[in-house]
């Protein structure tokens, strides 16, 4: 354990920040499940209602630092292809 009261507070720091990280992650790993499950049930208006969410909250985990640009950049554009073949087919 740390003695240092600089190494303590950053010790805290870390469990904070690591706590809100993971709240973020995990809303948007459950945003991406809804709409996996959406699409699956083959309902085109709650597949667009939760495509645009999804996609907020991936720009959101973006400027939050929780995924890389690039990362949240592929989810969108796998999504939104199976959002059209579903909507397409529906």
């Known amino acids: 354990m740390a003695n240092h009261v ?7 720091q870390t469990e904070k ?4 990280n993971r709240a ?3 809303k948007l790993r459950g ?3 809804l709409i996996r499950e ?9 597949i667009v209602a939760q ?10 985990s973006v400027q939050k630092g929780v995924l ?4 949240a950049s592929r989810y969108k554009s796998r999504l ?9 087919k529906a």
Not at 51 to 60: A, E, F, N, Q
Not at 68 to 71: G, L, R, S, V
């Open 80 to 88: 939104n292809a199976r959002v059209k073949a579903a909507v397409v």
């Open 17 to 20: 920040k690591t706590a809100v």
């Open 51 to 60: 495509y645009r969410v999804t996609v907020s909250i991936l720009d959101k």
């Open 31 to 33: 945003t991406l499940r």
């Open 24 to 26: 973020n992650k995990s």
């Open 38 to 46: 959406a699409i699956t049930a083959g309902n085109k208006e709650a």
């Open 6 to 12: 600089s190494s303590l507070k950053r010790a805290r």
């Open 68 to 71: 890389h640009k690039n990362t």
